[in-house]
């Protein structure tokens, strides 16, 4: 992909420090600037989905904290200390490798806003995206630095058609992954709205569990309980002229990027939408 494409940016969104080992994530990426020039981005997670999956639990925040600094360091060409040793990649140039980090609750959007270059977030919903975006700026401001420099991602679903029931069967599965992260941070604050709205959490309340085995698959389940009030307002659907809609919200609520989740039996014609109508719409 970055050897045909001159101009594209890749990265994970979003790898974690526990399933891999963060020297070879630096690896990976001192290669590949190595080879393409500094076109790719880092995207860190604590690792929610990956390490329950296995029956672990996600890293702390103070871990993918640690772990992003020496990613970052490696692929810079500096001596870091790990594992109680000192590393460094000798042939690195010495590239800035942008660290994106993704969240939902108060600490998440914190440290991001605190140490990272952007911030991704899960979910498309206007009113959720200004509040989590708000925390970050606020959070980068106490910390001396130019809010206006932390990039915003949102990624989301999007399903351009007509068929706006079928649409919604097709992404509920996003609602129940999103869930889970809500659950975590539900079993933390409680209800208190001044840590987190009430639009994210509400509709979790009949949430039984969630079967990691189909985690991100139309169909999935265990995302029965999530509404379709939900789904409208996480994911973005229906025709084109929606589609462009809601793009126009978000860049006016300061999004500078959205990455879209294709898991759906539209995935050519969505993608082929977008290439062909929003993304010039928007230039």
């Known amino acids: 992909m970055l050897a045909e494409n001159p101009s594209i940016v890749v990265g994970p969104m979003v790898t974690n420090p526990g399933t891999r080992d963060w020297t070879v994530i630096a690896s990976l990426f001192a290669t590949l600037d190595e080879m393409y020039g500094p076109r790719t981005i880092c995207g ?31 692929v ?45 977030l899960q979910l498309a919903d206007p009113y959720l995206v200004e509040w989590t975006t708000k925390f ?3 959070a980068a401001r106490k910390a001396g630095r130019d809010p206006d420099a932390v990039k915003i991602c949102v990624a989301a ?22 869930g889970n992260h809500v659950a975590d941070l539900v079993a933390r604050y409680g209800s208190d709205e001044s840590m987190i709205p ?5 509709y979790i309340k009949a949430r039984e569990g969630y ?7 139309v169909g999935n389940p265990s995302t029965d309980f999530v509404p379709d009030e939900v789904v409208d307002r996480f994911c973005v659907l229906g025709p084109i002229s929606e ?9 006016d609520l300061g999004v500078d990027q959205f990455a879209i989740y294709l898991m759906h039996d539209a995935q050519e014609a969505t993608l082929d939408a977008y290439g062909a109508e929003v993304i010039l719409a928007l230039q």
């Open 157 to 178: 679903p999007a399903y351009v058609g007509d068929d706006l029931p079928h649409q919604r069967d097709q992404v509920r599965w996003f609602g129940g992954m999103v």
């Open 211 to 217: 079967d990691y085995s189909h985690h991100g698959q």
């Open 44 to 74: 860190m997670g604590r690792g929610d989905s990956a390490l329950r999956y296995i029956n672990d639990k996600p890293t702390t925040l103070a871990t993918m904290s640690e772990a992003m600094r020496v990613i970052k360091d490696l």
């Open 76 to 120: 810079a060409g500096k001596t870091v200390s790990y594992n109680g040793k000192d590393l460094v990649i000798p042939w690195a140039e010495g590239w800035d490798l942008p660290m994106w980090g993704a969240g939902y609750g108060p600490k998440a959007l914190t440290l991001v806003g605190e140490q990272c270059d952007g911030f991704i």
């Open 136 to 138: 970050v700026k606020d």
């Open 198 to 202: 009430k639009a994210l959490t509400e």
């Open 243 to 251: 589609h462009m809609r809601r793009m126009e919200e978000l860049r």
